[in-house]
């Protein structure tokens, strides 16, 4: 395996590939779904956590709520008003502040706050949200001070709301799209046009061929799998781990990519094949998308394991110890995958030999 | 000559149950040029592609380079080089896209794509793209694929088939250009013609076997019929054929005769072409 072959032939796969169809629409279509459904649903992933105020005093933090850059603020006049505004939604949480809340807790004396909790919330914002009153409040007292917060959730807390119900189908469509027919494609072309047999002859293995073939996939997957998230304001506090799980998830379906390059003839054949299947690509998805459908079923679906932990990540808030179960199976997935391929590229360069 | 470039040992190679190279056995030395001839389905194609290792015999070996080609094809493909019978250029790239993909891939240093391009005759059209070229152009670029790495071997399926004479002419000039350096020319065609004037030896293959395996002059010595042929004026003021086999103790004594007794209005002697040779060995004729 020399790495500036395989060097060679990926900047071949981006100066050349790149002019082509599926190359174009790997990177449009999610980009234009992602811009249609925001149309739809307001901004999708989450926007920024919003908090709804009602103070019954002349609390400092209620200026601070509404100056804060970091969440949405929003003041109610009175308490009825915020509750309902939680229970619609239109907030994520409500606190109530009473008339002497600042000065109890400059005072260091015990002070209660009543806070609602939108059901249907992402657990994200329900965390934003209290280290952001925290921190306020710490400001406000200048120690740390005991504060009882009552909460009361309202509004359906098992619902999820459609935006968020979206976002697996949207994270799959630029993860697995490109990351499957990037590689393909590219693949069936040179089998037609025969110029897989004029590479083969050259020093290049096939196996540098097909990785230079697969990281074309993998890149392009994995970028739009970041600009998707990025544009959606949906990268959380674990960067590094959301991209890691993008770039295990991009490897998967570029390695499938050149399974499916691989045993498809022509690129009709490739477009029947991946019509026919295509539809378990995104099954997860929808099975995330109606919770009524008992969800372990996504569980059968090997995208299960690539959109599962994004959508943890950058909306629950998840951690590597919530998501590596996930990571280890997508990790057996790919090495079982890239067995297949080592095995299926032997028989190809006799196939093409042969053709 | 030096050593042998290729030694072929009862190489066999089947698809199925259908053997298309049935235990050949034959050298190239270095620097040789040899003609391999045989008509559609015949086995020459499978040859050169178990002699560069894209496919695996399954039986016996070859030995190209010194190299077993089953063992370390890439070794063995990294000093060859190979024009396939159809065309597999990068239709969307230029002709000076095209070679310098291949001369980096084989770690070509300074390569020159124009010079070669120049030697093929496709000098001015370097930028242009492979799939505005015409048949013949891209036939040539073909060629000059394979002679990116200056190849030790080269393997050339039906270099100038389908191509018009100067385009042809142009290769042959190339394909002895590189004997010259010193390069092996492994040369399966259909033109009999251009095998005999190119090639030092050339083989016969006919179902997979290696029917005849030697210099076109002594193949013709063995297996041909050399011949005067004349045209004499009739009794009734027509024209007669007349042929006298030559190479014959009475050779000689007919000559005289013919012109004795007839009045002749042409002659001129007639050689047996390796068509003819072909036929006369397997009873099918390269074109079948």
């Avoid at chain 1, 790495?3 to 790149?18: A, D, N, P, Q």
């Avoid at chain 1, 392009?220 to 970041?226: A, D, K, L």
């Avoid at chain 2, 290769?171 to 095998?195: N, S, W, Y």
């Avoid at chain 2, 030092?200 to 002594?218: E, M, S």
């Amino acid at each position: 395996m020399s790495l500036r072959r395989v060097g060679i032939l990926l900047s071949k796969e981006f100066r050349h590939g790149s002019k082509s169809f599926i190359f174009i629409i790997a990177i449009v279509m999610p980009l234009v779904l992602s811009f249609v459904l925001s149309m739809v649903f307001g901004t999708l992933f989450s926007e920024k956590p919003k908090l709804g105020v009602s103070d019954e005093g002349d609390s400092q933090i209620t200026q601070m709520v509404i100056q804060s850059d970091s969440i949405i603020g929003r003041e109610y006049d009175s308490a009825d008003a915020l509750r309902n505004a939680v229970e619609d939604g239109a907030v994520d949480m409500g606190i109530v502040l009473p008339a002497d809340f600042d000065n109890l807790v400059i005072q260091g004396e015990m002070a209660e706050i009543t806070a609602y909790v939108w059901g249907e919330s992402l657990a994200k914002n329900r965390v934003v949200l209290g280290a952001t009153v925290a921190n306020m409040i710490r400001d406000v007292a200048g120690q740390e001070v005991p504060v009882e917060i009552a909460t009361t959730t309202l509004g359906d807390a098992e619902s999820i709301p459609w935006n968020n119900r979206l976002l697996p189908l949207i994270v799959l469509m630029a993860i697995v799209f490109g990351g499957i027919m990037v590689p393909a494609t590219s693949l069936v072309d040179e089998k037609q046009k025969r110029t897989l047999s004029a590479l083969a002859i050259t020093p290049a293995s096939l196996g540098e061929i097909f990785l230079s073939k697969g990281l074309v996939g993998v890149i392009v997957s994995t970028v739009m799998g970041v600009l998707i998230l990025v544009l959606n304001q949906a990268f959380g506090a674990q960067t590094p781990l959301l991209i890691g799980m993008l770039v295990l998830g991009a490897v998967m379906a570029s390695t499938f990519g050149i399974m499916l390059g691989v045993f498809a003839k022509d690129v009709t054949s490739l477009f029947a094949t991946n019509k026919a299947i295509g539809i378990l690509y995104y099954a997860p998805a929808f099975v995330y998308m109606f919770p009524d459908i008992p969800q372990w079923i996504g569980r059968i679906f090997p995208t299960y394991y690539v959109v599962q932990p994004v959508v943890e990540i950058s909306q629950q808030g998840g951690t590597w110890s919530d998501v590596a179960l996930e990571a280890f199976i997508l990790i057996g997935l790919i090495l079982i995958m890239i067995g297949i391929v080592g095995i299926l590229a032997r028989r190809t360069a006799q196939r093409e030999a042969l053709a | 000559m030096a050593g042998d470039a290729i030694v072929a040992e009862d190489l066999t190679y089947r698809y199925d149950e259908l053997v298309a190279v049935d235990h050949i056995s034959f050298k190239v030395a270095e620097g040789e040029i040899l003609g391999f001839l045989g008509p559609n389905g015949a086995g020459k194609s499978t040859t050169v592609k178990v002699l560069t290792g894209q496919l695996q015999p399954r039986e016996g070996q070859a030995i190209v380079l010194g190299i077993d080609i089953a063992r370390d094809p890439e070794k063995v493909q990294a000093q060859i080089g190979v024009c396939f019978e159809i065309t597999n250029l990068y239709e969307k790239m230029s002709a000076e896209e095209n070679l310098k993909l291949f001369a980096r891939l084989f770690g070509v240093p300074r390569f020159d794509a124009g010079a070669l391009l120049a030697r093929v005759g496709l000098a001015g059209r370097e930028r242009d793209r492979v799939e505005e070229y015409s048949k013949g152009m891209k036939q040539r670029l073909m060629v000059a694929r394979a002679l990116v790495n200056r190849p030790r071997i080269l393997f050339l399926d039906e270099p100038t088939d389908g191509l018009d004479p100067a385009s042809a002419e142009n290769i042959r000039k190339v394909i002895l250009e590189e004997r010259q350096r010193g390069a092996t020319v492994f040369l399966t065609t259909h033109d009999m013609m251009e095998a005999d004037k190119l090639s030092d030896r050339v083989g016969f293959i006919n179902q997979g076997k290696i029917v005849a395996l030697d210099t076109p002059h002594n193949l013709k010595q063995q297996y041909g019929k050399r011949a005067l042929r004349a045209q004499v004026t009739s009794p009734d003021g027509g024209l007669e054929s007349r042929e006298i086999t030559m190479d014959k103790p009475e050779t000689a004594g007919a000559v005289q005769e013919l012109f004795g007794r007839e009045k002749v209005v042409t002659i001129h002697s007639e050689e047996a072409s390796l068509e003819d040779i072909f036929i006369n060995i397997t009873g099918r004729g390269l074109t079948e």
